[in-house]
């Protein structure tokens, strides 16, 4: 019999391993499958989230929104909650409205914040105002939060997301080409190729609030560093998660052209660390014979493309298991961390899917989003 993931018994265990590369091996991992949840009702969805209670939402790569205002029932059909699709770019694979995350009940105010490229190909994050009814936003009402040229069209990151701490945390790939050409992935002083963290509750700020650096971000004083940067040394971590429990961040970043890896860290290792982009391509040296690890955090998790894929699509946590995925091949993987801290996943399985995004209903339910066929499934166990 069935059961939806969320509802899987998994061993918990604390314990996180900072620099050790480990090996994706055989664990005693739960088997699980996907079944429909929505069949071709999206036009290339590239994320799905909540906002805290039953209704789900569902990012089309164009620049639309679609709410479903109750999961559990999604015979109804979804509505349209957003629509800016006369200021969003996607005119390459990697372009589009790529996220949305809605603010923590600490924030005041009724909004929804949204990552995209632009008609230009540039980045942008932007708080919209959620109507009364919370089934629609007001596309006029944009509030721009921050930008950030592209010089490429590709490996922009994209995902915004808030964590334990009501932080909005923001995810840039290292500017894109191939190779980081021009050196963003250890080069703090842009935000290319890292993870931001910023302050964007607007209480007391008025009406043209921006977001600020929070004075305990680890760069904060350095003049050589943007103050914004958490983490760096990435190359394009199109989907990284934080736990329920509010104690681990997985950091899924996709590879050149060999190597996917996910990097699980505490939250109290994370601030400042550096992923080794692009000295590393997951724990193997990146166009050099030898290369130093000192300082560096080395993935916990990785896949070459003849073994997996060739697309990375992180993830999340379920009771204690981390849940990934690659567009290319399709392949699932649930992760689970051993006795010695070390995490393992256990046998690939097969979708079918080209798995574009993970995401979490209010009810704790695990949804992956079909890029190519426009539909929405649910992660079930076995």
């Known amino acids: 019999m069935r059961q939806i993931i969320s509802r899987f018994a998994l061993a918990f265990l604390i314990g996180i391993p900072m620099v050790l590369a480990v090996p994706v091996t055989m664990a005693q991992a739960p088997q699980v499958a996907v079944e429909p949840w929505m069949t071709g009702a999206f036009e290339r969805p590239t ?116 964590g334990p701490d009501d932080m909005l945390y923001v995810g840039f790939g290292d500017g894109g080409s191939q190779g980081d050409p021009d050196g963003n992935g250890q080069n703090r ?14 209480a007391g700020w008025g009406d043209a609030a921006g977001y600020v650096a929070p004075v305990d971000n680890p760069f904060v004083g350095d003049p050589d560093t943007a103050p914004e940067i958490w983490m760096y040394g990435v190359r394009n971590p199109w989907r990284f998660t934080f736990d329920p429990e509010g104690t681990m961040i997985a950091v899924a970043d996709v590879g050149g052209s060999q190597v996917e890896e996910v990097t699980i860290l505490s939250l109290e290792g994370a601030p400042g660390a550096n992923l080794g982009w692009d000295q590393f391509e997951g724990s193997s040296c990146y166009q050099s014979v030898t290369c130093d690890p000192a300082g560096l955090v080395m993935p916990n998790l990785e896949y070459t493309h003849p073994e997996g894929g060739c697309s990375i699509t992180g993830g999340a946590f379920v009771g204690g298991a981390y849940v990934y995925g690659d567009y290319c091949s399709g392949l699932l993987w649930v992760a689970n961390q051993g006795d010695d801290g070390a995490w393992t996943a256990g046998d690939p399985i097969e979708t079918g899917l080209r798995i574009s995004s993970f995401g979490v209903g209010g009810d704790g339910t695990l949804y992956v989003c079909d890029l190519a066929s426009g539909s929405v499934y649910r992660v079930v166990g076995e």
């Open 47 to 162: 994320h799905v989230t909540n906002a805290g209670d039953e209704r789900l939402f569902v990012v089309e790569q164009a620049g639309t929104v679609r709410v479903v205002p109750d999961a559990a029932d999604s015979a109804a059909g979804p509505l349209l909650f957003l629509d800016i699709t006369d200021r969003v770019g996607a005119m390459s694979a990697e372009q589009g409205l790529l996220s949305i995350a809605f603010p923590p009940p600490s924030h005041e105010g009724s909004f929804v914040y949204a990552s995209y490229t632009d008609l230009q190909g540039d980045s942008v994050v932007s708080r919209f105002e959620v109507l009364g009814d919370g089934l629609a936003a007001d596309p006029a009402s944009e509030l721009v939060i921050l930008r950030q040229d592209q010089p490429y069209r590709n490996h922009n990151g994209g995902l915004i997301v808030f």
């Open 189 to 202: 002083s842009t935000w290319l190729g890292s993870i931001l963290r910023v302050n964007v509750d607007p």
